[in-house]
Nanobody
């Protein structure tokens, strides 16, 4: 199983980024897929989840700003992040079952 994240970078506060998680070895539409983030000095946080049935859930800190989705044909999960804040800075990675990717770094400048 491989989960490969991309799309991170440096953005100003108020800006947007779209993260991608390309999966191989699993079928994303058959699994719950999660996006986590880890900020320096902070605990890992579950940011968003999409279930196998397509229902979504979000951490309160990102609700109404982030959107998780998937493209079954591409076997890829996305995290659209809008209205970014400096506190959104961190390493973002996707996870499924016991698997996780290496992550992509997001830095939001004030």
């Amino acid at each position: 199983v491989q989960l490969v994240e991309s799309g991170g970078g440096l953005v100003q506060a108020g800006g947007s980024l779209r993260l991608s998680c390309a999966a191989s070895g699993i079928i994303v539409s058959f699994n719950a897929m999660d996006w986590y983030r880890q900020a320096p000095g902070k605990q890992r946080e579950l940011v968003a989840r999409i279930s196998s049935g397509g229902s979504t859930s979000y951490a309160d800190s990102v609700k109404d700003r982030f959107t998780i989705s998937r493209d079954n044909a591409k076997n890829t999960v996305y995290l659209q992040m809008d209205s970014l804040k400096p506190e959104d800075t961190g390493d973002y990675y996707c996870s499924c079952q016991i698997y996780r990717g290496r992550g992509t770094q997001v830095t939001v400048s004030s």
